[in-house]
C-alpha cells in the first residue's frame, strides 16, 4: 500500500461477507481496502459447516426470500470463477440433505418448515422407509424428508479462493490490521484509525466484523444488537461408507465431505468472546452421530473447533447504510447463515454503492425493520 493512499471503499472484517463485499466492488471497478484484525477468513466463516440450503429467484416474493435466492443461485458461477481463476476447487457439490425427525416436536417442526421451503420453490419429498434406507443405509432413524437440492461448500477453500480471487482483482488485503475507531466530519467518516496508529482514508466504510461488529460500532455512536453465539464441531475420520448426504436433525447436523471426513455439528452456547473447544460438545456431539449412525463408534474423532457466529436479537441480517451517517455501511448479524447468504449480501452492497437497482431496498434490512416482517424465515 503507498503512503496516503486513499479507497473508494474500505472494508472492515474479511469474513466471507467482507471477502465477498471486496470481491463484487472490486469487480465494478471500486478501489477496495480489506482489512481483518487477525488472518483472512479464519473466524466464523472458517468454522461453519457450509451447509447451503436451496431458494429460488422465481418463487422469491420477499426481500428476504430474494436475498437466500440470489444468495444460492450465485454458488455455481462463484465456484467456477474461483475454480477457473485460481485453481482452488470449493468443494460447491449437490450432496441433498435428509431431514429426519424422531419426536413429535421435530415432526412439527418438519411440517412447520414445508410453506416457506414451498415458497421458495424448493422440493420436498416425504421418504418411506425403504427409500430412506436405500438412500443412507447406515441412519437409524424411519421418518425423514429429502432435500435434493441442498448444497455444501468447504469453507476453508472457498475463503482461500475468494482472498486469491480479491487479490486478482486488485484489493488491497491488510491482515493483522484492527480497526479500533472512526475519523469523522460531521455525519460522515473520512477514514478508519487501526491499532498502530495508521489512518485509511476512503469515500465509503462497510463494518463485516461478524460478531465483532457492535463493539467497533459503539465508537460512532451506534447500538448494533450483535452478539457472538458459540459454535463447536467435530470431524470424524471416516472411508466415505457412513453417510453419504446432509443429515439435519433440528439444529443438529452431518456433513460428509468429499474425502471421508464426517462433520458434526453444532452447538450454540452464549459465553462471550472466548473461543473454547470443550470435552461436554465433543461428548453430546459424539452421542447424537453414533446414535444415528451406528457405524461411527468405532470410528476416530480427527479435529474439534468453535466458531462465534454472530447473533442478533433483531431476527434478520442487518445490511444496508447506517441511520445518520453518509457513507457508512454494515452487512452482519446473519447468526447461523452467514455463509449461504453471503452471495446475496455482497451484491447489495455492490449494487447500493454503486446506485444500481438491486433486489431488495436498504429498508429491508435495516435496523429498525420489525421482526415480524420476517415471520418465520428467518430460522427456516
Ligand atoms: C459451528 C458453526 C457452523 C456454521 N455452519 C453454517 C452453515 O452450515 N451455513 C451457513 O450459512 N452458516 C453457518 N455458520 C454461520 C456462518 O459461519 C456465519 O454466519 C458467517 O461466517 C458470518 O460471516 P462474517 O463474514 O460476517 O463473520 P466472520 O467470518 O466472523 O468474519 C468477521 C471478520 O471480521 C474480523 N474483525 C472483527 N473485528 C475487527 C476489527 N475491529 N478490525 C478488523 N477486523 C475485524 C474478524 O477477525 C473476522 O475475520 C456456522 C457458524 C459456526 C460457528
Redesign the pocket.
Known amino acids: 500500500m503507498r503512503e496516503n493512499e486513499r479507497f473508494d471503499v474500505v472494508c472492515?472484517?474479511?469474513?466471507?461477507?467482507?471477502?465477498l463485499v471486496a470481491h463484487d466492488l472490486a469487480d465494478r471497478g471500486a478501489k477496495v481496502a480489506l482489512?481483518?484484525?487477525?488472518?483472512?477468513?479464519?473466524?466464523?466463516?472458517?468454522?461453519?459447516?457450509?451447509?447451503?440450503p436451496p431458494a429460488f429467484i422465481d418463487h422469491a416474493k420477499t426481500p428476504y426470500a430474494r436475498l437466500r435466492a440470489v444468495s444460492f443461485e450465485r454458488f455455481g458461477a462463484l465456484a467456477a470463477e474461483i475454480l477457473n481463476n485460481t485453481g482452488i476447487d470449493i468443494g460447491y457439490r449437490r450432496t441433498g440433505g435428509i431431514e429426519i425427525a424422531r419426536t413429535d416436536e421435530e415432526r412439527n417442526i418438519l411440517v412447520d418448515a414445508r410453506p416457506a421451503r414451498h415458497a421458495l420453490g424448493v422440493s420436498v419429498e416425504s421418504l418411506a422407509q425403504d427409500q430412506l434406507r436405500e438412500l443412507e443405509p447406515g441412519l437409524a432413524a424411519t421418518e425423514a424428508e429429502w432435500l435434493p437440492e441442498m448444497c455444501?461448500i468447504r469453507?476453508p477453500r472457498l475463503l482461500m479462493g475468494l482472498a486469491v480471487r480479491c487479490r486478482q482483482l486488485g484489493v488491497t488485503i491488510l491482515e493483522h490490521?484492527?480497526?479500533?475507531d472512526f475519523v469523522s466530519h460531521t455525519n460522515k467518516i473520512n477514514a478508519v484509525r487501526?491499532k498502530n496508529g495508521n489512518l485509511l482514508e476512503g469515500d465509503h466504510f462497510v463494518v463485516?466484523?461478524?460478531?465483532?461488529?457492535g463493539?467497533?460500532l459503539k465508537r460512532v455512536g451506534q447500538n448494533v444488537p450483535i452478539h457472538p453465539?458459540?459454535?463447536?464441531?467435530i470431524v470424524y475420520e471416516t472411508s466415505g461408507n457412513d453417510a453419504h448426504h446432509i443429515i439435519l436433525e433440528g439444529k443438529r447436523?452431518l456433513?460428509p465431505r468429499d474425502d471421508g471426513l464426517l462433520l458434526v455439528?453444532?452447538?450454540e452456547e452464549e459465553i462471550g468472546f472466548a473461543k473454547q473447544v470443550t470435552d461436554d460438545a465433543l461428548e453430546s456431539l459424539r452421542a447424537f452421530a453414533c446414535e444415528l449412525f451406528p457405524s461411527l463408534t468405532h470410528r476416530k474423532v480427527r479435529h474439534a473447533?468453535?466458531?462465534?457466529?454472530?447473533g442478533n436479537k433483531l431476527g434478520h441480517p442487518i445490511i444496508g447504510p447506517l441511520p445518520n451517517w453518509k457513507n457508512l455501511w454494515l452487512?452482519?448479524g446473519?447468526?447461523?447463515?452467514?455463509?449461504?447468504?453471503?452471495p446475496g449480501t455482497a451484491r447489495l452492497i455492490a449494487d447500493w454503492i454503486t446506485k444500481h437497482r438491486s433486489f431488495a431496498e436498504p429498508e429491508d434490512f435495516a435496523i429498525d425493520t420489525p421482526a415480524e416482517f420476517f415471520a418465520s424465515e428467518f430460522q427456516s
Open positions: 472492515v472484517g474479511a469474513g466471507a461477507v467482507g471477502l482489512l481483518d484484525q487477525g488472518m483472512t477468513g479464519r473466524e466464523a466463516s472458517w468454522a461453519g459447516a457450509g451447509i447451503i455444501q469453507n490490521t484492527p480497526v479500533v487501526t463485516t466484523a461478524g460478531a465483532w461488529s463493539e467497533l453465539v458459540q459454535g463447536q464441531i447436523y456433513v455439528g453444532a452447538t473447533w468453535a466458531g462465534l457466529r454472530p452487512a452482519t446473519h447468526f447461523r447463515h452467514g455463509l449461504q447468504q453471503s
